[in-house]
């Protein structure tokens, strides 16, 4: 990971631990300390807690992600599996195909404000690392364009490897 991009980490951790986290450092390892080793981690050592937020997410889809998740879902999409909120060390993406590491955010207008903005950017640039490929399209974009997200998609999905049986 970047020097520049380790440092934003660690600040986005030390404003996200109070959400996931007991109060503050302590001698048995919680804190930002542990936050900051868990963020390194790409899935199985994410904080328990945001499993349960995606688990919430997944029945409380917004109306745009209910339209996508219906053109992708069961393999619909290529043959191409992909999950819904779906837990990435300390994000939960939209959607993800573990195939392609390819992850799918749908913004809704909150993500224009200057702040958002900033901390999708850092999210990015995150997954990014973990050889992630994230793409973003807004709302409106999927309930007024939806062929153009769906094209999008498919170019950025790897060519799977399929057994042959001869």
């Given amino acids: ?37 868990m963020a390194t981690e790409m899935h199985g050592d994410a904080v328990p807690k945001i499993f349960e937020n995606a688990r919430v997410l997944r029945k409380e889809l917004t109306f745009a992600e209910k339209v996508l998740w219906n053109e992708i879902r069961s393999r619909k999409l290529n043959g191409y599996k992909f999950r819904r909120q779906h837990v990435i060390s300390l994000y939960i993406a939209d959607f993800y195909c573990h195939e392609s590491k390819l992850a799918i955010e749908l913004d809704g207008g909150y993500h224009n404000t200057k702040d958002r903005i900033e901390l999708d950017k850092l999210r990015t640039e995150v997954l990014n690392d973990f050889g992630i490929t994230v793409l973003r399209f807004t709302n409106i974009e999927v309930l007024d364009n939806l062929d153009f997200v769906i094209e999008t998609i498919k170019t950025h999905l790897t060519p799977l490897e399929r057994e042959h049986n001869f």
């Fill in 1 to 37: 990971m970047k020097q520049n991009q380790l440092k934003k980490l660690k600040t986005t951790i030390i404003l996200a631990a109070p959400n996931y986290l007991t109060p503050g450092p302590s001698p048995k390892g919680r804190g930002v300390t542990m936050v900051y080793f």
